[in-house]
């Protein structure tokens, strides 16, 4: 018994008549629902234009306009009319003004606790949201608390003082002036703020006193206590440390990328020296020699030119030269040969030296080709690798690229900016 899968629905598997039924019904149905949400012209005769709450600024609406006489007769126009906003009645302008001021008088407090006791800035409002009133703000002293709520308290006494702060309510029309007391008192200070204070001012006098002296001297006893000075340096040498750890860490990490970056370099130098070694192992063998004596000689031929200073250090020779040197200290071939792949650490080489171990089992009758075709793989090898490590040179220009391309881009645009102005 099959089972029927429930599936999303899909028009397209309607049939054509279906489906077009569908669609027109459905513009229908979307029609009605816009026509309803958006209201009809009767009823915009019935309710007129809604107007923004005060302060909100004006609302345009776009109007289509019927029963006008035009030239072709009775016609229809399209106009856009921008209705202002509502603006408060007499009565409702005072118990608002009346309300607000209340409200006022809450929100300029900021971290105060109340207006008989500032010791922060105020918090003067230039306006009241939602109600579309300004708000324009005057202070009796300036000096102690500004048109702007900060308040100067450096040099208030501990008694305080008493500031009248006048502020002016209006939405254009209506307008109610409040003033409200305001007593400042000196910032709260902790006991170390307060000690230090104290020592100012009395550091200050001695000043004055010594003013016609060199150098001002400092007692070593103030208020019945000893006291020491030293100057306090910006320098903070902290950071001496942290920068030794940070420099160990980095110098730790540096390290390991030049280890892995050697590692890289060592694989590509073998894994290009790999086709001329195929290549010279081919022609010693095809000239008669085995497999020992053709390592031999690549191993002579590379020493002497490391002597004559016209070669220079290359992986897969040197591994050759051990591997000789294996053999003439009485290592049995297939073995030398097998720890010369493993020391190469490559698909290549370890494939190679399966080779040169399978000879000495076999017999080297079959080397020979079995050679030529490695020789093969291996140019195909080094020329792939040559062509990754062109591409890999393309994409590290791409930066000095994008540099140069920023400096001209800075040489174009600047005197353009500039000239503007």
């Excluded at 305001?182 to 200050?204: C, G, H, I, N, S």
């Excluded at 030293?230 to 110098?251: H, K, N, Q, T």
Aim: charged share 30%; net charge positive.
């Amino acid at each position: 018994m099959k089972i029927k899968r429930k599936g999303r629905f899909n028009i397209s598997k309607l049939p054509v008549t279906k489906a077009q039924a569908f669609c027109a019904a459905g513009g229908f149905v979307l029609y009605a629902a816009m026509s309803f949400a958006n209201g009809g012209s009767q009823e915009i005769f019935r309710e007129g234009l809604k107007r923004a709450g005060p302060g909100k600024g004006e609302t345009s609406y776009e109007l289509s306009v019927s029963g006008f006489h035009l030239e072709e007769g009775i016609g229809e126009i399209t106009v856009r009319l921008p209705v202002r906003e509502r603006k408060y009645k007499d009565q409702e302008a005072k118990e608002l003004l009346r309300e607000l001021g209340e409200e006022l008088k809450k929100h300029i407090l900021g971290e105060n606790k109340s207006l008989e006791e500032v010791r922060s800035n105020l918090n003067l409002k230039t306006g009241i949201s939602g109600y579309g009133f300004k708000v324009s703000w005057e202070s009796a002293n300036p000096e102690v608390v500004d048109s702007f709520g900060a308040v100067h308290n450096e040099d208030v006494s501990k008694e305080g003082e008493a500031v009248w702060l006048s502020a002016w309510l209006t939405d254009g029309i209506h307008e109610r002036k409040y003033e409200y007391r305001v007593v400042v008192y000196p910032p709260m200070l902790t006991r170390e703020e307060q000690v230090a204070e104290a020592f100012k001012k009395w550091a200050d006098q001695t000043d004055r006193k010594q003013q016609t002296e060199n150098r001002l001297l400092l007692p070593t006893v103030y208020d019945g206590q000893t006291l020491t000075y030293s100057l306090v340096r910006d320098e903070d040498y902290r950071f001496f440390p942290v920068l030794g750890i940070l420099l160990a860490f980095l110098l730790h990490a540096k390290k390991e990328m030049d280890k892995q970056k050697q590692e890289k370099e060592r694989e590509q130098q073998l894994l290009f020296d790999y086709s001329e070694v195929v290549s010279k192992l081919v022609v010693y063998v095809g000239a008669g020699l085995t497999v020992r004596g053709a390592l031999e000689r690549m191993a002579a031929g590379y020493e002497e030119s490391l002597i004559g200073g016209k070669g220079r250090v290359r992986p897969a020779y040197e591994e050759v030269v051990k591997t000789v040197r294996q053999l003439g200290s009485g290592q049995g071939e297939g073995k030398a040969y097998g720890e010369f792949g493993r020391r190469c650490g490559l698909q290549s080489y370890l494939k190679l030296s399966a080779l040169l171990e399978q000879s000495q089992k076999n017999g080297s009758r079959q080397l020979r080709p079995a050679l030529e075709l490695e020789l093969v793989s291996a140019f195909e090898q080094r020329k792939n690798l040559a062509k990754k490590l062109g591409e890999e040179a393309g994409t590290k220009l791409l930066l000095p690229l994008l540099l140069m391309l920023g400096v001209v881009m800075i040489m174009i645009v600047v005197p353009a900016f500039l000239s503007f102005y």
